[in-house]
């Protein structure tokens, strides 16, 4: 890839030093890098823009799992070929960062840069992309709903607290998935559509999900159940790793899927909500090539 990169950091992390000391490290050897700070809604998408537009093939997001969507989408909504993401985890979760294990010190991240991106895929669901995950139901409104000031003063288990508290609010819906092989319908609590692996704070929907192998995973939580158990296997990431706890899921793979519902629902891409009663989904196999360690989980 070109040495010319494009970095697009999160406002709140304007004042970081860490990073502007390791951009400055890169500077000095003679790389290209330039840096756009976003201010308000709508300026990550305008900064890909400028990026592409100047012939920058490499942006770097610096921010959290919603930066890391808002870039990664309007990269991929450009349509051009030959372009790498890089990423810097700065936000409260970081999930994707996370599965992927990338690095939290912001030298070690940008160092992935000497590395060889490598083609991974992307998904598009409706008229958006995303390169993590997709999640409906319960789970979604306990993600949207938990405060920043609870995020930043427990981090993910702030959403584990959330889903408690408004545990006697749990409502289902309902839907219809289906594809070439597989078809479900009925009621749910929550559903995961996993380029990635985990969302919301570290909910492991999608724990086997890798993002090289054509394929999102689907996890549906369905309603008829202990109430308290769909609680628990959607926010306890602990219970899921004892090797005697029995999932709850209904988990498939596809390439492509439809999802229909009687009445309007939320899917949440990253932080970013979509409302519709039928989302047509389809993977999009190598679209964006990514930075990542060589022993990155997400590669299969």
Same mark, same amino acid.
Not at 26 to 46: K, Q, S, Y
Not at 143 to 154: H, I, N, Q, V
């Given at each position: 890839?070109?040495? #010319?990169?494009?970095?697009?950091?999160?406002?709140?992390?304007?004042?970081?030093?860490?990073?502007?000391? +390791?951009?400055?490290?890169?500077?000095?050897?003679?790389?290209?890098?330039?840096?756009?700070?976003?201010?308000?809604?709508?300026?990550?998408? #305008?900064?890909?823009?400028?990026?592409?537009?100047?012939?920058?093939?490499?942006?770097?997001?610096?921010?959290?799992?919603? =930066?890391?969507?808002?870039?990664?989408?309007?990269?991929?909504?450009?349509?051009?070929?030959?372009?790498?993401?890089?990423?810097?985890?700065?936000?409260?979760?970081?999930?994707? +960062?996370?599965?992927?294990?990338?690095?939290?010190?912001? +030298?070690?991240?940008?160092?992935?840069?000497?590395?060889?991106?490598?083609?991974?895929?992307?998904?598009?669901?409706?008229?958006?992309?995303?390169?993590?995950?997709?999640?409906?139901?319960?789970?979604?409104? %306990?993600?949207?709903?938990?405060?920043?000031?609870?995020?930043?003063?427990?981090?993910?288990?702030?959403?584990?607290?959330?889903?408690?508290?408004?545990?006697?609010?749990?409502?289902?819906?309902?839907?219809?998935?289906?594809?070439?092989?597989?078809?479900?319908?009925?009621?749910?609590?929550?559903?995961?559509?996993?380029?990635?692996?985990?969302?919301?704070?570290?909910?492991?929907?999608?724990?086997?999900?890798?993002?090289?192998?054509?394929?999102?995973?689907?996890?549906?939580?369905?309603?008829?159940?202990?109430? @308290?158990?769909? %609680?628990?296997?959607?926010?306890?990431?602990?219970?899921?790793?004892?090797?005697?706890?029995?999932?709850?899921?209904? #988990?498939?793979?596809? =390439?492509?899927?439809? %999802?229909?519902?009687?009445?309007?629902?939320?899917?949440?891409?990253?932080?970013?909500?979509?409302?519709?009663?039928?989302?047509?989904?389809?993977?999009?196999?190598?679209?964006?090539? @990514?930075?990542?360690?060589?022993?990155?989980?997400?590669?299969?």
């Amino acid at each position: 890839m070109s040495d #010319r990169k494009f970095l697009i950091l999160h406002g709140k992390q304007a004042s970081n030093d860490a990073l502007r000391k +390791a951009v400055q490290s890169r500077r000095d050897t003679g790389e290209d890098l330039a840096v756009r700070v976003t201010w308000e809604g709508g300026d990550a998408e #305008r900064y890909v823009r400028e990026a592409l537009g100047s012939g920058y093939k490499t942006i770097i997001a610096a921010g959290g799992d919603g =930066s890391i969507r808002d870039i990664a989408n309007a990269m991929i909504a450009s349509e051009k070929d030959d372009l790498a993401l890089a990423i810097v985890p700065l936000g409260t979760a970081n999930d994707f +960062a996370t599965a992927a294990a990338i690095p939290e010190d912001e +030298a070690d991240a940008l160092a992935l840069l000497d590395g060889e991106p490598i083609p991974c895929d992307a998904v598009k669901i409706n008229d958006q992309y995303f390169i993590n995950m997709a999640t409906g139901g319960f789970g979604t409104e %306990v993600t949207t709903e938990t405060s920043e000031d609870l995020k930043k003063m427990l981090g993910g288990a702030a959403y584990f607290l959330t889903g408690l508290s408004k545990f006697t609010e749990i409502k289902a819906a309902s839907g219809t998935f289906t594809n070439n092989d597989f078809h479900w319908q009925g009621e749910f609590l929550a559903v995961g559509l996993g380029n990635g692996q985990q969302a919301g704070g570290g909910q492991r929907l999608c724990p086997d999900a890798v993002i090289n192998d054509g394929l999102i995973d689907v996890a549906i939580l369905p309603a008829d159940m202990d109430l @308290l158990a769909g %609680v628990r296997e959607l926010f306890d990431s602990e219970a899921r790793q004892d090797p005697d706890y029995e999932g709850l899921f209904i #988990r498939h793979r596809v =390439s492509t899927l439809t %999802v229909e519902t009687p009445s309007p629902m939320h899917f949440n891409l990253d932080g970013e909500p979509i409302k519709d009663t039928r989302f047509e989904i389809k993977v999009l196999p190598g679209r964006l090539a @990514l930075y990542l360690p060589g022993d990155c989980p997400l590669l299969g």
